[in-house]
């Protein structure tokens, strides 16, 4: 997935929320793992699910090797597929650093259960959706294994290019769909619904059709993808992602995977789903920075960067990149942001010990100037700021005098980072992103 960054900022905003997130910038890449979204595990999403209609299979969720082992004896079926829990996908193919392969194991011995989820939980679990050293696992999911006959992909998202939702849907299933799609683009369907009128049993069962269901599978599945839109809708998600979309050879579709985001806007309104917010995989700064209402994603560069707006902050990161320098984080200070928000903002920053370096890019628009410098000069007062500090400040309240006044405060906002461009001023940072804008 290769997006030129702020020429697409839309594109890679939906991106952001909704997949793998990478920005790319000439040839380097940063993988941006979603953190400051509400996430939820698979059995979170499927309990939401099941509670709707979605038909998923019976399980148990454990943090415990034993309580994973009662719950194989408990769940008492044929075959038990137990699943480490994180939210990045992949895990099927995943190694532990226990040593253990596959994130996802099939058995027949709930004694095996006990064993295997020895090696899952406390450990780290890496897939090609997780940063290199994984995620740890805390829990596991001791479920109801089903024989699979064929495995096909679906999902609803909301789609900007279709100005609502959308439909997509492969027969070809259960492996990388972003595979699917680059080698076989005529396997992805899609189906776009008008949100007013909701999705009709014609587009269901089109969908259903090209997903390969025949017979009385075909309405069965177009049953369990009207319920999953409906779903979509009522918990205001932006996302359901269900890989594999299944079907058994005793002729039941099931929901094998499931993923759901969540259109934070919503949060007033979905209560109980936000409740359910696992920020256990987020670095603590991260959820330092929500407290705030800061979004925040730590990334493995010396660069910290402070900017309002997610567009303006993929550009900078882009500057960033194609001047040779690597970026710390991602951190947007977003619209209506308050003093004691950019003071905060600085002091995690400044408690980074990544950070060599703070490179101050804001376009004054809702968020004034004025604020920003005051806050900065705050921050610049208390928290005797080590590292160079460069500002660019544009737009409403660009007076002289906020640049004089930080310039007073901190004696050294002319510094220059290493790594990027000698003497960087606001001048040409300002030049730099408008030319990325303008291209
Ligand atoms: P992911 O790798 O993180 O996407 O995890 P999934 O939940 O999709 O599981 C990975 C793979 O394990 C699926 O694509 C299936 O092939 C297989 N799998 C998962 N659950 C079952 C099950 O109940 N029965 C069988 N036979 N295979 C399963
Ligand atoms: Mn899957």
Redesign the pocket.
């Known amino acids: 997935m290769a997006y030129p960054v702020a020429a697409q900022a839309g594109k890679l905003l939906r991106a952001l929320v909704l997949r793998p997130r990478f920005l790319v910038a000439g040839s380097q890449a940063v993988q941006l793992t979603s953190r400051r979204w509400l996430n939820l595990q698979e059995y979170q999403s499927k309990k939401l699910m099941s509670d709707n209609g979605v038909r998923v299979?019976r399980f148990f969720v454990a943090d415990t090797a034993n309580e994973a082992l009662e719950a194989a004896k408990r769940l008492n079926a044929k075959e038990i597929?137990l699943?480490a829990q994180i939210l990045a996908?992949?895990?099927?193919?995943g190694v532990f650093n226990s040593g253990l392969k596959g994130?996802?194991h099939?058995t027949k011995d709930p004694n095996v259960v006990g064993q295997l989820a020895k090696q899952m939980i406390g450990y780290n679990l890496a897939t090609k959706q997780t940063p290199k050293e994984g995620v740890k696992v805390n829990k596991v999911m001791v479920?109801e294994?089903?024989?699979?006959s064929r495995?096909t992909y679906l999902a609803i998202l909301m789609d900007r290019s279709c100005n609502g939702p959308v439909l997509v849907g492969s027969p070809q299933g259960?492996v990388d769909i972003e595979e699917v799609a680059a080698s076989n683009p005529e396997l992805i369907f899609k189906e776009q619904i008008d949100i007013f009128e909701g999705i009709k049993d014609s587009q269901a069962q089109r969908m259903a059709e090209n997903l390969g269901f025949v017979g009385p599978l075909k309405s069965q599945a177009a049953d369990q993808i009207t319920k999953l839109y409906n779903l979509f809708l009522k918990i205001d998600a932006t996302q359901v992602e269900v890989?594999?979309f299944g079907e058994t050879p005793e002729g039941q579709v099931v929901c094998?995977?499931a993923k759901i985001n969540f259109d934070d806007n919503a949060e007033f309104r979905q209560k109980d789903i936000f409740a359910m917010d696992d920020k256990s995989e987020n670095e603590p700064i991260e959820n330092e920075a929500a407290k705030y209402d800061l979004k925040y994603i730590g990334l493995d560069g010396n660069i910290a960067c402070f900017v309002n707006g997610a567009g303006l902050a993929m550009a900078t990161c882009d500057i960033i990149f194609l001047n040779g320098g690597k970026p710390a984080n991602f951190l947007d200070l977003g619209g209506g942001v308050k003093e004691a928000q950019v003071y905060q903002a600085f002091k995690l920053l400044t408690a980074d010990p990544k950070v060599e370096a703070i490179l101050v890019n804001i376009f004054g628009g809702i968020v004034n100037c004025a604020i920003i410098a005051n806050g900065i000069t705050k921050a610049c007062r208390e928290l005797e700021l080590k590292v160079p500090l460069v500002v660019r400040l544009e737009g409403t309240f660009m007076e002289k005098k906020s640049y004089m006044h930080i310039r007073q405060e901190t004696g050294n906002s002319n510094g220059n980072i290493t790594g990027i461009q000698e003497n960087v001023t606001h001048q040409n940072l300002s030049k730099c992103a408008i030319s990325i804008f303008l291209s």
């Open positions: 299979q597929v699943k996908g992949g895990r099927g193919k994130g996802v099939l479920a294994a089903l024989d699979i495995e259960g890989n594999p094998f995977d």
